[in-house]
Structures are given as C-alpha cells and as structure tokens.
C-alpha cells in the first residue's frame, strides 16, 4: 500500500535538500481528525514540527 503513517518514520526529499527527518508525524484527515494512516489518493495533512516547503516528496524513512 502507499500511506503515510503515523507509526512509520517519514522523511522529506525536496530538489534543494537531500533529506529531511520528520520522524513519526501525526497525521490528519480532511476533517483535521487523528487517523492512522494516509492513503494514496487521500486528501490528508501530516504534522511534524520541521519546516517543509511546497514540492518536496515525503516517504518512508530509508534504512541507514
């Protein structure tokens, strides 16, 4: 499946940063509600205390 998780650690990759640790992010519904997971093709929000800017692509956490 292609979620975002709130139990999986997520990272941002962006065409002026190689990698940006989010960590475990919260995440949100469209309604602004707790969820699990984000779904592909699901409108949904993360929330996560780093500085993220528009067009950077989030994905599971690459295993050092």
């Known amino acids: 499946k292609y979620q975002i998780s709130s139990k ?3 990272e941002a990759i962006g065409p002026d940063v190689l990698s940006v640790s989010l960590g475990c992010v919260e995440t949100l519904n469209k309604d602004f509600e707790n969820v699990e997971h984000i779904d592909h093709c699901m409108k949904g ?3 996560t205390d ?3 800017k528009s067009g950077y692509i989030l994905r599971e956490k690459i295993r050092d």
């Open 50 to 52: 780093k500085q993220l």
């Open 45 to 47: 929000y993360i929330k």
């Open 8 to 10: 999986r650690e997520i």
